[in-house]
């Protein structure tokens, strides 16, 4: 993988963008490994929550069609069995979406996490450490078709900027019904 290909890679590290002391590019890489593994970990632990108990939250239809029905002990198996969701036993008219603005907020540091690896490769390819290759058909610079710019990392980053926005928005939005 590239951290262990780069494990010996010496580089100067930088802090407020001077020159620091040297470091490897490899224990660079195994930053960001490490940061990414974690929120992972944290996303996939997020028990998405689901409801059935009807418009009010009170199983008022459910029990007018059939009321001999256990409609709590049923909703709970359909939730949790049939699709595979955390039962939430009490809402309103809407699932209180909670556990899915949870995964939101992992994902949107997720984004911020990959905004920085973005912005510090684009830095490395920046200061000669790695180098864009010029591929033949393709121009690498509207004005300089000898250099190629970092555009894929730099519209990763715009991209993930505007996912975040997206997140944050929903994740303040949903949890509230009227």
Not at 45 to 52: A, D, E, V, Y
Not at 141 to 164: C, R, Y
């Amino acid at each position: 993988d590239l951290v262990s290909l780069n494990t010996s890679t010496v580089m100067l590290a930088r802090t407020h963008g001077q020159p620091a002391t040297p470091t490897t590019m490899g224990k660079e890489l195994a930053n960001f490994v490490s940061r990414i593994s974690r929120l992972q970990k944290k996303m996939t632990s997020i028990g998405l929550q689901g409801k059935m108990n009807g418009a009010v939250g009170n199983f008022n239809a459910h029990r007018f069609v059939l009321p001999d029905t256990h409609w709590p002990e049923l909703s709970r198996e359909i939730i949790e069995d049939v699709l595979g969701l955390e039962y939430n036993a009490f809402s309103t008219q809407i699932e209180c979406h909670d556990s899915l603005c949870e995964l939101f907020g992992h994902v949107g540091l997720m984004n911020s996490v990959m905004i920085g690896l973005n912005r510090d490769i684009w830095q490395y390819i920046s200061y000669g450490y790695f180098k864009l290759k010029v591929n033949p058909g393709e121009t690498g610079s509207s004005i300089m078709p000898h250099k190629v710019n970092p555009i894929d990392f730099e519209n990763a980053e715009g991209n993930l900027g505007i996912s975040n926005s997206l997140l944050d928005y929903f994740r303040t939005k949903l949890p509230i019904s009227r």
